[in-house]
């Protein structure tokens, strides 16, 4: 098929970003032409995907609202403003670019890859593979406001609460009606747009991110954990990622007598003052923070700890906990969090974010002294593998194109109600493991 792509898209980046760049040589080897729009300064995935001869990149740079959000995006509502603007900009001369290159090259659908399609081309299938359904870290900013005034004062608080609700508001939301079908990481997301926005399940299909399972794999050796839980925190300090729950369920354990050791990767993000969290840990000898580490190193810190702890709020797929997996770690999930749908034996999903229960899980995995770590590994080969996940993706999009085909000629040829795009089958999403 001819692609018309956008997106994020980078080998050196997040998780997001990484999968995707996986996925669009991944397509390219299968032999699908790529165009991607995008400008430059923005994502440029051309190191990633190399001189592919079937790929074409065309810049689309909307210079002057870009220039200007980049000066005025730390002021918090002014450059909330800019980005939208920025945003919309940019959009616009996205679809007017792609409109343009389909009157010539007739593309067989266009893909948004972490994103929803913000417009539509004539005649064209708009697919957005999506990071999650929209809003959840504002949700999480609404219902977490009294910690994060807390913690960031109230004056920063409000101005996040303000943010938050202009990204719920119609203004912040994305047009879910430009896309004909929507994939996203897990079930838990899928529910949720069709619970929260209305999408019917016929329109969104559920498929987790593929990893490297190359780079992550069990260690050769692993080394001694001298009597001790090595627990592992990985990931963005953010409301919605609950450092509050994590670092309250291990310090309920280490006073229930557990002998546990926890290490937190991952910088502050957004909201100022998560840091206060970890200064008031009242065991600061059973705890480490590394603020950053380059993603070639993390292989070998999974292999340094016993487990992956990631306690997170409508989460749609954390790409931390499924490269967990790929190096043997049995993880602890929230209750919330959609790599539920992807857990082995050896996996624990939260059934509440109360302190004790994840007290409870922690005294689990201590009892749990199995060295074997082939069901983790198995769960990893079997869900995110790239060859695996490409296969379903591309099956996804060829009935993408069917079924778009199919109701455009019944809307010429029939007045008659046309069937629903997308009937839900198990070609188009995965069933749990």
């Known amino acids: ?129 999506a990071q999650g359904p929209p809003g959840t870290d504002a949700r999480s900013i609404v219902s977490r406001f009294a910690e994060i005034s807390r913690l960031a ?55 987790p991110y593929p990893i490297d399972l190359q780079m992550f794999q069990p260690a050769a050796e692993t080394p001694a954990a001298q009597g001790e839980l090595r627990v592992l925190w990985l990931g963005r300090i953010i409301p919605r990622k609950r450092l509050d729950l994590f670092l309250s369920g291990i310090e309920l354990a280490i006073r229930q007598g557990l002998r546990v050791k926890a290490t937190i990767v991952g910088g502050v993000g957004f909201v100022p003052g998560y840091e206060k969290l970890i200064d008031a840990f009242p065991f600061p000898d059973r705890l480490r923070w590394i603020k950053g580490m380059p993603r070639q190193q993390v292989p070998a810190l999974l292999h340094g700890h ?12 954390g790409s931390s906990v499924s490269e967990a997996q790929a190096c043997g770690l049995p993880v602890i999930v929230g209750h919330t969090n959609g790599n539920a749908d992807y857990l082995c034996p050896r996996d624990i999903h939260l059934a509440d974010d109360r302190a004790e229960t994840l007290a409870a899980a922690l005294a689990r995995m201590v009892s749990n002294t199995t060295p074997d770590v082939s069901p983790s590994r198995a769960i990893a080969e079997e869900s995110f ?46 069933s749990k493991p």
């Open 1 to 129: 098929m001819k692609l018309a792509v956008s997106g994020y898209v980078s080998a050196q980046e997040g998780s997001v970003a990484s999968a995707n760049a996986l996925l669009l040589r991944s397509l390219l080897a299968d032999g699908h032409e790529v165009d991607f729009f995008s400008k430059p300064s923005f994502v440029d995935p051309r190191p990633a995907v190399g001189e592919h001869h079937r790929f074409r990149f065309i810049s689309t740079d909307n210079v002057g609202p870009d220039r200007f959000r980049a000066r005025v995006q730390k002021i918090p509502l002014l450059g909330f403003l800019a980005s939208r603007v920025d945003c919309a900009t940019y959009e616009r001369l996205l679809i007017k670019k792609m409109r343009q290159e389909h009157s010539s090259r007739r593309y067989d659908l266009c893909l948004w890859l972490g994103d929803y399609a913000p417009g539509r081309v004539r005649n064209l299938p708009m697919i957005s593979f």
């Open 153 to 207: 004062g109230l004056r920063r608080a409000a101005q996040w609460l303000l943010l938050a609700q202009l990204r719920l508001s119609r203004l912040g939301l994305p047009p879910l009606r430009h896309s004909d079908h929507i994939i996203v990481g897990s079930r838990q997301s899928k529910q949720t747009l069709q619970d929260l926005y209305g999408v019917p399940s016929s329109r969104v299909s559920a498929l």
């Open 306 to 317: 016993d487990v992956l702890i990631q306690p997170s709020e409508e989460e749609n797929f």
């Open 385 to 430: 593998d790239l060859d695996r996940v490409t296969t379903r993706l591309g099956e996804i999009l060829r009935l993408a194109v069917e079924k778009f085909s199919a109701s455009h000629r019944g809307a010429v040829t029939s007045t008659a109600p046309v069937a629903p795009a997308f009937p839900h089958t198990a070609a188009a999403t995965p």
